[in-house]
């Protein structure tokens, strides 16, 4: 089992940037396939960006592609969301997730294991 700490979110103007951190416990993070997802208010929650847990290939959302890079860090059991050219409409909480494969799925129900979301908000 993996618990997961989302930190880094905040409010900041179009066009800024910020980077979430997601702190896995555990001592098998790299087992785990990592992901990004996101929701707005009153929406569904929204696949942003996974990494695999080995050759560390990744897949984005057609919506941040080119501005949000996904990274991870296994001797520090964490991924990173960098996210730069922010819009209003990335506005939403940010959830980190872990996938106890080593497929990358962009579903959240194939997620085993979720943080408890960290809140961008982007002003215009």
């Known amino acids: 089992q993996v618990q997961l700490v989302e930190s880094g979110g905040g409010l900041v103007q179009a066009g800024g940037s910020l980077r979430l951190s997601c702190a896995a416990s555990g001592r098998t993070f790299s087992s785990y396939a990592m992901g990004w997802f996101r929701q707005a208010p009153g929406k569904g929650r929204e696949f942003v960006a996974a990494?695999?847990?080995?050759?560390?290939?990744?897949v984005y959302a057609d919506s941040i592609k080119g501005r949000f890079t996904i990274s991870r860090d296994n001797t520090k059991n964490t991924v990173y969301l960098q996210m730069n050219s922010l819009k209003p409409e990335d506005t939403a909480v940010y959830y980190c997730?872990?996938?106890?494969?080593?497929?990358?799925?962009?579903?959240?129900?194939?997620?085993?294991?979720w943080g408890q979301g960290t809140q961008v908000t982007v002003s215009s």
């Open positions: 997730a872990a996938r106890t494969s080593a497929i990358v799925v962009l579903i959240p129900v194939a997620y085993n294991y």
């Open positions: 990494i695999s847990r080995s050759d560390g290939s990744t």
